[in-house]
């Protein structure tokens, strides 16, 4: 069984940054893709950032291009995601997720939640102004 762990959320100022982690464990673990999703307060849940794992191509929400920044590390398992010039509205829990099905997809894929096989628990990140 695939478990993903997040950590590196906390308390930030405005324009300040944080970098997530997402660490994959489990002896089964392989991967063609993995995504960061964030729900803030009272809203859905919502695509963030995606990486397909064999060549790193990668997917941004628009509202995150420019500040946050997906990688992996594949010797570790872990996904990263890089957050730069934060602002209060980027205050939500961030979700890690992870594809465990084979294939080279568009990267257009990933946003959708329903790619994904397994999540993580969520970091909070809370940005004050």
């Known amino acids: 069984q695939v478990q993903l762990v997040e950590s590196g959320g906390g308390l930030v100022q405005a324009g300040g940054s944080l970098t997530l982690s997402c660490a994959a464990s489990g002896r089964t673990f392989s991967t063609s893709a993995m995504g960061w999703f964030r729900q803030a307060p009272g809203k859905e849940r919502e695509f963030v950032a995606a990486l397909r794992w064999s060549d790193r191509g990668t997917v941004y929400a628009d509202s995150v291009k420019g500040r946050f920044t997906i990688s992996r590390d594949s010797a570790k398992n872990t996904v990263y995601l890089q957050l730069s010039n934060l602002n209060p509205e980027y205050t939500a829990v961030y979700y890690c997720?992870?594809?465990?099905?084979?294939?080279?997809?568009?990267?257009?894929?990933?946003?959708?939640?329903?790619?994904?096989?397994?999540w993580g628990q969520g970091t909070q990140v809370t940005v004050s102004s």
């Open positions: 997720a992870g594809r465990s099905r084979a294939g080279y997809l568009s990267v257009s894929y990933y946003r959708d939640s329903g790619t994904y096989d397994y």
